[in-house]
């Protein structure tokens, strides 16, 4: 029996009729599957020419793009490392820190990263700022970069500035969000040069519960510290920090209580009151450079130390900014034999006699000496007279009542020569006098001419002359380079 006329089984009789049909119906089905398979097929093969297409497109596009930077995979890693080092010095002051060229550098490719990480020297100076990253830097962002400027710096010691004067919400507050001076601590044993200001309280907080240690630490600048080293239970550094050597403590009032390692300190800058000056002196006996301002009188000061006197025999460099008008100055109180550079801002009453005394008294020998303080010429040349191997004399303020006092003090500052005179600070290399000093422009050129070209190599002055002989007067001293003397005179005011 057969289902149909047309079907091949109808030429097997055996066959029953249920199974001929169940048979038909099977082959009718796979015939239908084949069909649609291969319009799938069709389709597919459509759809992965398409692809092949954009592929070939992409294999181009990368094939040119790999001719453009093939160069860099060419150049010698002296030349790549050079080009980061121009990179790093070209970087605007107030270049956003993740647009500096170096940081995009280091994302063009993986040669780029390759060489970054080689030369961890180029990372080693870090700055996080309101003007490294702008004033509304995403905190992701900060993290992502100082997270990477790290990476990349290797194992190098690290110069750090750190015034990031970012305001952090309070849930992050008590959350579990890193912060920048948490990414920083992690680092701390790497921390060798290190200016902190305008840290958030949050902030203040990490650094002041930290138990790390900054074994590598030289130099700290910090405006805060008495946040997070004051009153009990604060960061203490006298154990934490045996590197440290140089100090800056901007604006803080009282910093002789901090637990600061004070005996090991060989460079203190402190603005401070006049009364803290005097007992940070006591604190660093091995300071070589001080630099101390003071904010507030001298007369203030506890009666019963009106005759104390502090010697610092290591000091080499001081420099005194008393920026109010005492009766007495901080430096009557020093004693410094080794001192050769003083730097002195000082409106204290007889101050010409006090700087007089305190080089009688330490018994130094000053070789540059830079004033800023209300004191006669006359004065002032007994102090010349005092330091015969100074080299640098830059004054300002001084007094000059009269053409003849000027001319007086320019005639004495003349090299005669004279196996019968005393020479004045005959080993002069710069001199320098800004203050309208009222004075004949020949004198001033014959002191010049006096001296040797090859030792008095700079000469800034302010001389005020009469008006009517401008023409003559700067024809004097265009005439001493034309001598060859080897002196610029930077700025001369006439009339």
Partial sequence: MTCCSHCVLSSVSELSAGAATAIHDYSTVNEQQLEALEAEIERVQYVLGRFTLARNKLKAALCTRENLLSPIFTLPFEILQHILVI????????????????????????????????????????????????????????LDVLTRHLRYSGRSKLTLRFAPDIYYSPDLYVSARTTGMDTLLREAGRWMDVELHNISGLELHQLRNTQASFPSLVRLEMSQIASVCGREGGLDLTWRCPALRHLNLPYVPDPTDL???????ESLAADTGARTILRLLKLVPRAVHL??????????LIPNTATERIDCPKLVALEIRQTTSSPESILSRIRAEAVQELVLVDSSNGIGQIICGFIRASNCSLTSLNLSAPMALEHLLETLLL??????????NVQAPS?????????AMTLDHSPNTVPL????????LRENINCDAETVVAMIRSRSARALRRVVLKVHTPYGHVFGKALAFAELREDGFDIDIAEVLWG
């Fill in 259 to 265: 637990p600061i390692p004070w005996a090991q300190i």
């Fill in 87 to 142: 990179a790093e010095q070209t970087e605007l002051p107030n270049m956003r820190l993740h647009l500096r060229p170096r940081y995009i550098l280091s994302l063009v490719c993986t040669t780029w990263r390759n060489l970054t990480l080689c030369s961890p020297l180029l990372w080693a100076n870090l700055e996080i700022s309101r003007a490294s990253c702008g004033a509304n830097v995403p905190h992701n962002l900060l």
């Fill in 291 to 300: 630099k101390l301002k003071s904010f507030d009188l001298f007369d203030e």
């Fill in 387 to 396: 330091t015969p191997a100074l080299r640098r004399l830059a004054f300002h």
């Fill in 425 to 432: 600070v005959p080993a002069l290399t710069f001199l320098e």
């Fill in 403 to 411: 053409p003849e006092s000027a001319s007086a003090f320019f005639n």
